[in-house]
């Protein structure tokens, strides 16, 4: 049966054998309530299940009023029949449970409940140790009597995460749902994990829970627990450009379909305006594309890509482009993981920019390498093209990508973006060390950001020195990417040699505004 928890059945594979008795176990505020009311109105709203709500504590008021700010009209289930609210003692439901023909099984059996919430069991705990009575008999009783309704019933228990003492009921109920709150840089977060269902197999592992205004107890599955790849994972001697006819020579051909490549680069040497290059080459050529932006708002990056020249807000509203945008400060890692998964499934988006995944690694370091895994492994399957921008302040960045961000191993294309100072002059480098079944050219080029994104300088240039330094091309100089280029370089060697004329210094382009 299923539960009509948004994104719980998901991760029990279907729902749960009918006639198991579950308990949800957590600390208070963890949500325990919430998910056994949604339980009980989505049998009733959704599955044709009419079902009771047993409670010690809360009125019946204040569960309308928790359900009101759900949207849940429980008040019209409860004058159609199809809930019942039950207030009673533990001692009464005890002894009800221990008579077959009671007045509460009469009552379930007259509305035809097929399920049932007890909240909670922490009270019959209580009232067990404070008449100095075994709890353990208790608990058996109420799972007998539970049997003999023929519902299936959940039951809510308070239980700390400093209890260190495995609780007698976790051994007798059939399914095991445990909820967790914690803070993470001050934000809460709430997870559930399915500890054990009797009679099925489920996705186990931590799963990030929400509560979320007009929807209730929402689960979303953890990334990390996509299947890792299909049997026949799709492959494409297609190639896409980059944007940038000079740089898909470097690649020897530009990016096959369904290929990962990360850029990487420190602020400021055109990480996302490549991004942006490449998706409107590949909108161009019939593509649907989505980026994903963790660091601008859709807004600023539109205006920013629109003194380049690249209209991203016509093709947005053309349908060509997707901009999902989501404020680091509250990311979370499944529940963004579902977001994009659903719009790309939706709208068949086969182009995907992601900038920048170093948020990842900000928001979770320990699940940001499993996380770019998923993600890569999902696009793959999709064959889909992905770009991962990857924002470093290291020079090279690959020592940091592979150790810190450990993912240099899965995706198949580098692309380095740099800065190299040469005199006074901070120039851009472009190096492309991978690219996996290609001849990729192994050299480092020069571009400047303009009018369309990246453009790659010739080498053949000439012009007359503007510096004291002349401003040779890079095939002049050692050592570029350690950012101490060396001036001893062959041509001015040979010059020397021969007492000729230096090489001509290249006559750079003045970057200016449009």
């Known amino acids: 049966m299923k539960t009509g928890i948004a994104g719980l059945d998901e991760i029990l594979l279907g729902g749960v054998p009918r006639h198991n008795n579950l308990i949800v176990e957590g600390a208070p505020g963890t949500g325990k309530t919430t998910l056994g009311l949604g339980f009980i109105y989505a049998g009733a709203a959704e599955h044709g299940e009419p079902g009771a709500i047993v409670s010690f504590e809360l009125d019946a008021a204040k569960l309308m009023r928790d359900a009101a700010g759900f949207g849940w009209d429980l008040q019209g289930m409860l004058d159609a029949g199809k809930i019942k609210i039950i207030q009673t003692s533990p001692a009464v439901l005890l002894s009800e449970f221990r008579n077959t023909e009671g007045v509460f099984a009469e009552t379930l059996r007259a509305m035809g409940a097929r399920r049932l919430l007890i909240d909670g069991l922490t009270p019959m705990r209580l009232y067990a140790e404070v008449h100095n009575l075994p709890f353990r008999e208790d608990v058996h009783v109420l799972v007998e009597g539970l049997n003999r309704l023929g519902v299936t019933t959940m039951v809510t228990a308070e239980r700390d995460e400093t209890t260190t003492a495995a609780a007698h009921e976790r051994f007798i109920f059939d399914t095991i749902i445990s909820l967790t709150r914690g803070e993470n840089q001050r934000r809460v977060q709430r997870r559930l994990t399915v500890q054990k269902s009797r009679g099925q197999d489920f996705i186990s592992g931590s799963h990030t829970m929400r509560i979320e205004a007009d929807q209730g107890v929402h689960v979303y599955r953890r990334a990390q627990s996509r299947p890792v790849a299909l049997q026949e994972q799709p492959t494409s001697a297609l190639r896409l450009s980059t ?11 530009g990016l096959y379909a369904g290929s990962v490549t990360m850029i990487c680069g420190i602020s400021g040497t055109g990480k996302t305006v490549l991004s942006v290059q490449f998706l409107t080459s590949a909108i161009a050529a019939g593509h649907k594309t989505l980026l994903v932006s963790l660091d601008e708002h859709p ?6 890509a629109g003194s380049l020249g690249f209209d991203l807000e016509g093709l947005t509203e053309r349908g060509d482009l ?16 579902e977001h994009i998964t659903r719009l790309v499934e939706k709208e068949a988006i086969d182009c995907i920019v992601l900038d920048s995944c170093a948020v990842y690694a900000m928001t979770s370091p320990e699940e940001a390498a499993g996380y770019l895994y998923a993600l890569a492994t999902f696009f793959k399957n999709r064959l889909a093209t992905v770009l991962f921008n990857y924002e470093s302040p290291e020079l090279l960045g690959l020592s940091q990508i592979s150790q810190e961000l450990k993912g240099s191993h899965l995706v198949d294309n580098i692309i380095l973006l740099s800065y190299v100072e040469i005199s006074t002059v901070l120039r851009r480098a472009i190096a492309i060390p991978k690219v996996r079944g290609s001849r990729n050219l192994q050299v480092t080029r020069e571009y400047v950001i303009a009018e369309g994104g990246l453009k790659l300088l010739d080498e053949d240039g000439a012009g007359e020195a503007s510096n004291a330094v002349p401003q040779l091309p890079f095939s002049a100089y050692y050592g570029l990417l350690s950012r101490s280029p060396s001036r001893q370089a062959p041509a001015i060697e040979e010059a020397i040699a021969n007492n000729t004329a230096l090489p001509p210094s290249v006559d750079l382009p003045i970057e200016t505004p449009p």
């Open 299 to 304: 807004r600023q990056l539109m205006r920013n």
């Open 322 to 337: 997707f901009i999902h945008y989501e404020s680091p400060l509250e990311l979370d890692l499944d529940v963004h993981f």
């Open 243 to 253: 944007g940038s006819a000079a740089i898909d020579t470097m690649m020897d051909g």
